[in-house]
């Protein structure tokens, strides 16, 4: 084959790749268009103290307006649900916690994959339903990897194990308060799920699953007629007492 031929097989060969690969922009850098909060005690859209905001072009949890956190955990839940994708976000965790805030939430935040709606949640509970990708940062000399799984009214199966434990952490390195970080998650509906910090796979289970004895949990079974497997939900950035900063929101949606 002729130099100009396998020029040109390469080339089309990237354009196709490129083609199917279409990262979809969940945060357009300029507002929370397609967003609504979740605030512990609030309504369903009421953005309490203006926590989570855009400014110069960065998605922002913020404590600013508030005194005390006095267990206003908050979530900013993408419009849509999800079930087989790529999720790549961009995070720092920035600043002091605020006073009032759990000693556990310090230098801590997540995004919830796999998740139940915001109308469907209790007016004073904390989380939803759903898988939660927690991101850390370091703490002193203390090893604090991200990219960890915690199971709020849920569980997975790891090994081929029902995996009941709330917190499970993650093989990645830590990460300095301030840094800049890549989280993907390449879930496929109830089959399996990966986690990948900046570009590494850190952790893998399989079946996220409803847990029976969770009383978040017990109103979404019923609804899902007994089932117990978790095959799609929705998105959400968290707010745990600690400011965060997200500069990149994007999915890519895969087939199966």
Same mark, same amino acid.
Not at 126 to 141: H, M, Y
Not at 217 to 234: C, D, F, M, S, V
């Given at each position: 084959?002729?130099?100009?031929?396998?020029?040109?097989?390469?080339?089309?060969?990237?354009?196709?790749?490129?083609?199917?690969?279409?990262?979809?922009? &969940?945060?357009?850098?300029?507002?929370? @268009?397609?967003?609504?909060?979740?605030?512990?005690?609030?309504?369903?859209?009421?953005?309490?103290?203006?926590?989570?905001?855009?400014?110069?072009?960065?998605?922002?949890?913020?404590?600013?307006?508030?005194?005390?956190?006095?267990?206003?955990?908050?979530? &900013?839940?993408?419009?849509?649900?999800?079930?087989?994708?790529?999720?790549?976000?961009?995070?720092?965790?920035?600043?002091?916690?605020?006073?009032?805030?759990? #000693?556990?939430?310090?230098?801590?935040?997540? =995004?919830?994959?796999?998740?139940?709606? #915001?109308?469907?949640?209790? &007016?004073?509970?904390?989380?939803?339903?759903?898988?939660?990708?927690?991101?850390?940062?370091?703490?002193? @000399?203390?090893?604090? #990897?991200?990219?960890?799984?915690?199971?709020?009214?849920? $569980?997975?199966?790891? @090994?081929?194990?029902?995996?009941?434990? $709330?917190?499970?952490?993650?093989?990645?390195?830590?990460? #300095?308060?301030?840094?800049?970080?890549?989280?993907?998650?390449?879930? $496929?509906?109830?089959?399996? =799920?990966? $986690?990948?910090?900046?570009?590494?796979?850190? &952790? @893998?289970?399989?079946?996220?699953?409803?847990?029976?004895?969770?009383?978040?949990?017990?109103?979404?079974?019923?609804?899902?007629?007994?089932?117990?497997?978790?095959?799609?939900?929705?998105?959400?950035?968290?707010?745990?007492?600690?400011?965060?900063?997200?500069?990149?929101?994007? =999915?890519?949606?895969?087939?199966?």
């Amino acid at each position: 084959m002729r130099m100009s031929a396998l020029l040109a097989l390469l080339v089309a060969t990237l354009s196709v790749t490129a083609l199917a690969e279409e990262w979809r922009p &969940l945060f357009n850098g300029k507002n929370l @268009e397609g967003w609504t909060p979740k605030i512990c005690g609030y309504e369903v859209g009421e953005n309490f103290g203006n926590t989570f905001r855009v400014e110069e072009g960065l998605l922002k949890v913020v404590y600013d307006q508030y005194e005390k956190f006095e267990g206003r955990f908050g979530h &900013l839940f993408f419009d849509e649900s999800f079930s087989n994708y790529r999720l790549r976000v961009e995070y720092r965790v920035i600043g002091q916690q605020l006073a009032g805030g759990a #000693p556990w939430a310090r230098m801590n935040s997540g =995004i919830m994959i796999h998740g139940q709606s #915001p109308e469907s949640m209790g &007016l004073k509970q904390n989380f939803p339903v759903s898988i939660e990708v927690q991101f850390l940062s370091g703490v002193g @000399e203390e090893n604090r #990897p991200t990219g960890n799984l915690c199971t709020p009214g849920t $569980h997975v199966v790891r @090994e081929g194990n029902l995996f009941t434990q $709330h917190c499970v952490s993650s093989s990645s390195p830590t990460f #300095p308060v301030g840094e800049w970080v890549t989280a993907e998650v390449e879930a $496929h509906g109830g089959k399996s =799920i990966k $986690h990948l910090i900046n570009g590494q796979v850190v &952790l @893998e289970y399989e079946a996220p699953q409803f847990d029976p004895k969770d009383k978040d949990a017990e109103p979404l079974i019923q609804a899902a007629g007994g089932t117990l497997l978790i095959e799609r939900g929705t998105l959400s950035l968290q707010s745990e007492s600690h400011p965060m900063e997200f500069r990149k929101v994007e =999915i890519l949606v895969l087939e199966e």
